[in-house]
């Protein structure tokens, strides 16, 4: 089992930066993919992110060189720097875990509660 906890999420006005972090509980967090996902009311939950057990990345094309994810193993964190940030990045965001198939959002197991980020015009 894996416990995730993210933090860093806000209000911040479009084209400023964010850096979400979200930490993982147990010894075995580097033998997981780690994912960033977002989901806005009515509307399904979004892979965004997502980073290999070897730190092979991944990104949706709404963020793709805006966003990204890295992974530090010694703190059992995973990171996601968000840059120029926009209206419709607005979301709430949730870290994830899977064991497999890393670039599918069927392949996450475990999940955290989320964290707020608001972009404002």
């Known amino acids: 089992q894996v416990q995730l906890v993210e933090s860093g999420g806000g209000l911040v006005q479009a084209g400023g930066s964010l850096r979400l972090s979200c930490v993982a509980s147990?010894?075995?967090?580097?033998?997981?993919?780690m994912g960033w996902f977002r989901q806005v009311p009515g509307k399904e939950r979004e892979l965004i992110a997502a980073?290999?057990?070897?730190?092979?990345?991944n990104y949706a094309d709404s963020v793709k060189g805006r966003f990204t994810i890295s992974r530090d193993n010694a703190k059992n964190t995973v990171y996601l720097q968000m840059s120029t940030l926009k209206p419709e990045d607005t979301a709430v965001y949730y870290c994830a875990a899977a064991s497999v198939r890393w670039t599918s959002p069927d392949g996450y197991n475990y999940w955290g509660r989320g964290t707020q980020v608001t972009v404002s015009s």
């Open positions: 980073i290999s057990w070897i730190s092979s990345t």
């Open positions: 147990g010894r075995t967090f580097s033998t997981y993919a």
